[in-house]
């Protein structure tokens, strides 16, 4: 019997960029998601790719023959995705100086005012509606942030979330603890559960947003043994993270393969039904 994975993709580039790099939107971009097509076709797969919009939003209007190239390939997979949702405000006040994108802050969606960063969230659904033909139920959270500052209480977010229509929210990296971007993530559930809004760690008896834990954060290479080690723990779907964009290696392409070959791939929508 193959056991049943989520495998979700962060549609994204660097933010802030390192120094001495650019943003190359075909090779970082539109060439690997192109690959994960193929691959997808080829093994009978489905996956998650959790757009980020701010940044395309930022490219419709100041790089509109790339903004183009990109949403194609998006469109190209529809048969084999789930689109999600995903936000970096910082996106809004970049600016392309000698040919470099720079950003004059980084800033987290709960560090905007309650209106602003839901205009953002409602931004983001229209565009993957308008242009994807798909209305996003899923969200991932800006380096997994959900939370207000000093606290696990994600109540706001939640509200901003259920009222755009949200149904999964997976930013939740179980056990990770990171005080620079305010996470604490000690104790989480590994299996999906609804968490309470006023404790993202705690299981609650809202039935609105289910949250799925990540169970791997991959980079390079991809950690086969973490992933197989998850499904002897007590998560009942594992699902591991790749970031797109942020390098041309960002990817195990012959890990990925692996699980494509072995076990069955499913989105978000797949189990909830939506």
């Known amino acids: 019997m193959r056991r049943l994975l989520i495998f979700t993709i962060d549609v994204e580039t660097w933010q802030p960029i390192p120094p001495g790099h650019k943003i190359d939107w075909k090779a970082n971009i539109v060439e690997p998601l192109a690959k ?7 093994h009978h797969q489905r996956a998650v790719l959790m757009v980020e ?4 939003l930022w490219l419709r209007e100041n790089n509109p023959k790339h903004y183009d ?9 529809s048969e084999h995705v789930e689109y999600g949702l995903h936000i970096h405000p910082a996106w809004r006040n970049a600016a392309i100086v000698k040919g ?20 953002l969230l409602q931004a983001g659904s229209r565009l993957i509606k308008d ?31 259920t009222h755009v229509g949200i149904k ?3 930013s939740v990296l179980p ?13 989480c559930p590994m299996a999906p559960y609804y968490p309470d809004p006023e404790d993202i760690r705690k299981d609650g008896k809202q039935q609105e947003i289910r949250e799925y834990p990540i169970s791997v954060l991959a980079g390079v290479p991809l950690d086969l043994k973490a992933i197989d080690s998850a499904f002897l723990s007590d998560q009942a779907l594992p ?3 790749v970031m797109l964009g942020h390098s041309k290696t960002a990817i195990d392409w012959k890990g990925l393969e692996t699980f494509m070959k072995k076990d069955k791939l499913v989105t978000f929508g797949d189990i909830e039904g939506y």
């Open 69 to 77: 190239l990109v949403m194609n390939q998006l469109r190209a997979m």
């Open 131 to 161: 242009e994807l033909g798909s209305v996003p139920r899923s969200y991932r959270g800006a380096k997994l942030h959900l939370c207000e500052k000093g606290s696990m209480n994600w109540k706001r977010r939640f509200d901003m979330l």
């Open 239 to 241: 699902m591991f993270k």
């Open 175 to 187: 056990g990770i603890q990171i005080p620079e971007w305010n996470l604490d993530y000690k104790g």
């Open 53 to 56: 919009t701010v940044e395309l």
């Open 100 to 119: 470099v994108v720079n950003f004059k802050d980084d800033k987290y969606l709960l560090d905007l005012p309650y209106g602003e960063a839901l205009d």
């Open 168 to 170: 999964v929210d997976s």
């Open 36 to 42: 994960i097509e193929a691959l997808l076709k080829q």
